[in-house]
């Protein structure tokens, strides 16, 4: 049940009510007193939407004071640090406890990005924390040229996820570092060079992958990736074709559809745009074609619902393998399933995953077939941290939590929960131009209007980045124009840290239209 705090002489006073979100009629909080969190919110204090109640209490702060750290962080590191770090005033986070995190003044706010999607079932979840106490105490590090426990038993944990012959897996300490090594035995398996992406991909920063990556912000004016074409996304909401039934999520776009059922107009029109490629830009035989089940710092984009289907024919009729970048989507993330290519009806020759994997402990992995996996073993390729005791230990444990927390199940309920209140908001307000996703991989498009689906500039996507945040909710941008919010919690949120967010959203979004 939510929670109405009101001032009444100087005290706080709570009412009870109903635990769903409805627009228009959100409660709201005073941003101190007994049950609130601290704050500095540029709102009058009853215009802020309550946060929902937390038992876990953080640690005090005692460090570095934020000035110091903003001195450092200019000083000594290196100057994209201070690039790409999010908001005017920056976020000082201190402690997180699962869908939680803590800022060195005290502040709260509910974690919605998970450090970008890889937060995974929740910041210092305590199984995931014993875990790796436990390992750390036995052995923190030795390498592949021994035979350790820990490596075998996830090993054999992760491969029991996976179809066969998805079987044999390499350990990786990233997802950049896992897509350089998939390109690699792609090529070496198929003995051609050319690989394939979709525009607004992202699949790393690597020399390597930033070929496969498709997004001028992410792009230096040097020779990388040779050999990567990036061929059109399908794109349902923002291409040239889509329609509403298109896509397989709980939300469709806003865009008119004249298909018969079980027809789909667009994505003939996108699988007529990949044949343009393959007949333009590369040679008769290629090795791989690399995609998301869902965009991810692409903003949520899904595709047609047979749009991989018929790609994967096509790649492979050309001599080239089929890979799936699961970085994001995977590890039941998407909510129907608990990888993102089983809701296209596929099975890719590999799988890359990192993000997720191990709930923010560094590591990542190339699942693949024992034909593909020999081909690797050409040459010798050594990795001294992949597969390290304590990652193995840690991730292991979070197989064990997505089960028995029922995180999957999490995501598919919260995650439609949400998509289906946020459409109504999309319907209310004309800059909200998409909602879209599956499960906890959720984006938001914003536009100047529906009719132009212009997207919203970056000013405006600020201020309204900046308002959420200083409400007590922590999201992420995305998109090639950096136009879509993108909804990514650990998945432990409730109903209840949905209805906040729903709150906060609409809110954010009526401010910004009273200001313009």
């Not at 005290?11 to 941003?31: D, E, I, M, W």
């Not at 996830?154 to 997802?175: F, M, Q, R, W």
């Not at 799988?351 to 077939?369: L, Q, S, Y």
Request: hydrophobic share 35%; charged share 20%.
């Amino acid at each position: 049940m939510y929670k109405v705090v009101s001032c009444l002489s100087g005290r706080c006073a709570v009412l009870t009510g109903q635990p769903r979100y409805r627009p228009g009629l959100s409660k709201f909080h005073l941003a101190s007193g007994a049950l609130c969190q601290k704050s500095a919110f540029k709102y009058p204090p009853s215009d802020i939407p309550e946060m929902p109640p937390c038992n876990f209490k953080p640690e005090e702060y005692k460090g570095m004071s934020k000035e110091r750290m903003m001195e450092i962080r200019n000083q000594n590191c290196n100057p994209m640090t201070m690039k790409v770090t999010y908001y005017k005033k920056p976020v000082f986070i201190h402690q997180g406890y699962m869908q939680w995190l803590w800022d060195v003044d005290g502040r709260r706010y509910l974690d919605l990005f998970a450090g970008v999607a890889t937060v995974s079932v929740g910041h210092c979840h305590p199984k995931v924390t014993a875990a790796a106490e436990q390992q750390l105490k036995r052995l923190w590090h030795t390498t592949n040229i021994y035979v350790y426990p820990p490596l075998h038993e996830y090993c054999e944990k992760l491969a029991s996820h996976l179809p066969d012959p998805l079987k044999v897996i390499y350990l990786t300490n990233s997802g950049s570092e896992a897509n350089d090594l998939a390109m690699l035995m792609a090529r070496l398996h198929t003995g051609n060079f050319d690989i394939i992406t979709f525009r607004g991909s992202y699949h790393g920063g690597s020399p390597q992958t930033m070929g496969l990556t498709s997004n001028a912000a992410y792009k230096y004016p040097i020779a990388n990736g040779l050999g990567c074409t990036n061929t059109m996304c399908p794109d349902v909401f923002r291409g040239p074709w889509g329609g509403s039934h298109c896509r397989d999520s709980p939300v469709q776009t806003i865009r008119e559809c004249g298909c018969a059922q079980g027809h789909c107009m667009a994505n003939e029109h996108y699988i007529r745009q990949l044949k343009e490629t393959f007949a333009t830009s590369v040679p008769s035989q290629i090795a791989a074609f690399f995609g998301e089940p869902i965009q991810g710092v692409g903003g949520a984009v899904q595709y047609p619902k047979n749009y991989l289907k018929e790609a994967y024919k096509l790649v492979r009729e050309r001599g080239g393998v089929c890979i799936a970048d699961e970085v994001q989507t995977g590890f039941g993330r998407t909510g129907t399933h608990f990888w993102g290519f089983q809701g296209h009806d596929v099975i890719p020759d590999m799988v890359t995953m990192a993000k997720g994997i191990g709930n923010g402990f560094p590591m990542g992995a190339v699942v693949t077939t024992p034909e593909i996996a020999a081909s690797f073993a050409k040459g010798v390729h050594f990795n001294t941290f992949g597969g390290n005791p304590v990652a193995c230990a840690v991730a292991s444990s979070v197989l064990d939590v997505i089960r028995e927390d029922g995180t999957q199940q999490i995501s598919l309920d919260v995650g439609t929960y949400l998509m289906t209140e946020l459409a109504k908001l999309r319907d209310k307000y004309e800059i909200i131009g998409d909602v879209r996703g599956k499960g906890l991989q959720i984006g938001v498009e914003m536009v100047k209007d529906k009719v132009s689906r212009d997207p919203l500039p970056p000013q405006a996507m600020s201020e309204i980045f900046e308002d959420i945040k200083d409400m007590g909710v922590l999201i992420g941008k995305g998109g090639v124009y950096g136009q879509t919010f993108r909804i990514k919690p650990p998945m432990c949120i409730t109903m209840e840290d949905a209805d906040f967010f729903l709150a906060v959203f609409n809110k954010s979004i009526q401010s910004y239209m009273e200001r313009t």
